[in-house]
């Protein structure tokens, strides 16, 4: 398998679970979009470099969250205002009226503890591998995890705060 079809591989079989992944993080489909073609268009002009690393997908992750940081950064220094998430985000067919809520609570939370949820929740990503990631201490991972839980509890009230009771593993 040539470089290219390796990177084809992984774009057929982590793409949609990574665009997911950024679009809670950044609150808007066409910014996750972007933010992961650009990542995998990173991965075939370094694909010698992106084959050999141990977990591809987690290389993604990283530079997509990266280049959506670059993004708001950005846009926040040449406009001189605070990003903000979409107003209106579209929503699969499918999607239930507590994923809905939770997606929209997400929105709401500052950007460090929604990427932290983000990471930890849907990526499954342990503290340490978040804070390795996000070049941050644990315990400012475990900080975030346990502020945006309880942010989200508030938010969402409390029929809808299994998440906010959830331990932090530090595995």
């Known amino acids: 398998m040539d470089d290219g079809e390796f990177v084809r591989t992984i774009y057929d079989a982590s793409y949609r679970r990574l665009v997911g992944q950024l679009v809670v993080a950044t609150g808007s489909l066409a910014e996750a979009e972007d933010a992961v073609q650009e990542a995998f268009?990173?991965?075939?002009?370094?694909?010698?470099?992106?084959?050999?690393t141990d977990n591809p997908e987690a290389w993604l992750r990283v530079v997509a969250m990266n280049v959506a940081r670059s993004r708001w950064s950005?846009?926040?220094r040449w406009t001189g205002l605070m990003p903000r998430l979409a107003g209106t985000t579209s929503y699969d067919d499918d999607s239930t009226p507590d994923r809905i809520a939770l997606l929209e609570a997400l929105k709401r939370l500052p950007a460090a503890q929604r990427e932290a949820i983000v990471l930890h929740h849907l990526a499954d990503l342990q503290v340490r591998e978040i804070a390795a990631q996000l070049g941050v201490p644990s315990g400012t991972v475990k900080a975030r995890l346990s502020r945006g839980r309880a942010a989200l509890a508030a938010l969402l009230g409390e029929e809808h705060s299994d998440i906010s009771s959830q331990e932090v593993h530090d595995g």
């Open 41 to 52: 268009a990173r991965a075939l002009n370094h694909a010698r470099t992106f084959r050999n």
């Open 74 to 76: 950005r846009v926040k």
